[in-house]
């Protein structure tokens, strides 16, 4: 395998982030003793899920994020083409999906005034106080931000940067501890995004992928059971490299085996990843808020219905606004 295999297939490994991301989200509150669930290996099914996969979903869509940037910056390192594009891509969906969200919550079920509505819609929320409805959001706008500068310093700076944000994570759990918590959900995840960046240059130099990754990529994984088994406070860190092991399967498996259909259907998933994204989570934290419990599998199969109709309309609408 070369790492210009993974641009290949980026696509449908956007298409299987969101996918794992939904069933996470699905998984992760259903109880032990849920009632409504009366099979016993479902319930260890979902142990499993949130156990092994959990939010490497997650994980993915960073790293997939970095690598893209650094393919675009590359072919075109012009910034105002690159915020243009960027706009279009992250902040017309937020805008459109985010603001319906934000009114519904804040103004109409929660009835908070309008300076909460303004504060939460700016994501500030999130990094003061840990309000995480779309953290992600908030994350890859930061990181869209800095990427032109890091990009035009070269990969040592960017490897610099991705050791720098390790650094970062551990430190300020030392500092703040209640800061860390409120944040660790996306400080964790930063080095992933310069660890793309890295391996974007190695694909567009046509690098060969090693065995000592694969292996590497072994040690990734016994070191995120353990971190996740001791509850370690920067377990999420381990994420990265188990995450890239995971995506350097799925390529090895794509390079031989043809799966057509499936294949048409991850890449149509992965085109509209981020805003599946934005209105799956948007949609799940009402029907939350209303106690229209989510765990429950009718609830759910609604919850993704709703998201898939709001991403479709949200795309038409960025359609007409770009």
Known sequence: MKWNDISK??????????????????????????????SSSFKILSKLYTSVIGSVGVDIFIFLSGFGIYYSLKKSPAIADFFR?????V????????????????LIILKQNILTFVYDFSLLSFWFEGERAFWYVSLI???????????????????????????LSIISYFISPSVFYNIEIALCRIPLYFLG????????????????????????????????YQNIAFARLFNGPYSIT?????????NHVDIKIIGKFLI???KYSLELYIAHVSVRAIMNTLEYETAKPLNYFLCIMIS?????????LREILK
């Not at 594009?85 to 891509?89: A, C, D, E, W, Y």
């Not at 995971?246 to 794509?254: A, D, E, P, Q």
Request: net charge positive; hydrophobic share 55%.
């Open 9 to 38: 297939y980026r696509s449908e490994l956007f298409g299987l982030a969101i996918i794992s991301v939904i069933l996470l989200h699905y998984f992760e509150l259903v109880p032990p003793g849920a009632d409504y669930i009366q």
């Open 91 to 106: 902040i017309i969906p937020y805008l459109i999906l985010g603001t319906l969200f934000w009114i519904i919550r804040d």
């Open 85 to 89: 594009k960027r706009f279009n891509r």
């Open 197 to 228: 960046m890295i391996c974007a240059e190695l694909s567009i130099e046509y690098k060969a992928i090693n065995e000592k990754m694969l292996w590497g990529g072994v040690i990734a994984i016994l070191f995120k059971g353990i971190a996740a």
């Open 141 to 167: 706008c930061c990181l869209y931000i800095i990427s032109p500068i890091v990009y035009s310093k070269g990969k040592v700076i960017i490897l610099a940067f991705c050791l720098a944000s390790v650094g």
């Open 308 to 316: 898939i109709v709001m991403t479709i309309v949200c795309n038409k």
């Open 268 to 270: 149509l998933a992965g």
């Open 246 to 254: 995971l995506i350097l399967v799925y390529v090895y498996f794509r």
